[in-house]
């Protein structure tokens, strides 16, 4: 010996060092883990039941980790069990992820999420209304509605994407088509009058 200790992974004893990249995401999120134990956060009031909780989820997500890679055969008892692994992979890759390692999807977070769901639930409701007027003034289909209808399913479309809900997109698309088909056969047989409401 040469008078110190010796170490068997010399990189390992130094947890701190900044340039040094975790060789996988499971070392990263245990040296991440580790840095977050030594800085002794202490959450205030406002903040502690959400710290609780993400801490809880955490817990979960490790917990149904443990559990989805110990079944070795996790799509025999289910609907998809004459499927094969690359078939459910690209058909329903979420239930897919879930079933091989308890990965469950997670929500785009944007602060603009709340608000555009809202304008839509709201033109949705005028749309409504004028579809409304316009079928107890002659019985027609409204002009004014079916443009508010492609806005609307636009802005959905929108939501779904960012959220990963891809099979979500094609009633929202095939509405925009219905809606633009209608638009068009009210422009052809509007003739000399108005489009109306």
Partial sequence: MSGYEEVSNPLMAVPDIQWLKPASPTEEVT?????????????????????EKFWKLIADDLRMYDKQLQNTTPFEKTCYGVCTDRCIKRWDKTYWEFKVAGLRKRNYVSEYKFPVKLMSV??????????????????????????????TNSVVIFIYWLDGERIMLLPKIGAIVVSIAILYGILKHAGAETVGL
């Fill in 31 to 51: 040296q991440l883990i580790r840095r977050i134990q030594q800085k002794h956060f202490k959450p205030g009031p406002a903040k502690k039941e959400t710290v």
């Fill in 122 to 151: 709201v033109l949705i409701f005028i749309a409504g209304v004028f579809r409304l007027i316009r079928a107890n003034q002659d019985g027609k289909a409204s002009f004014i509605a079916n443009i508010i209808q492609v806005l």
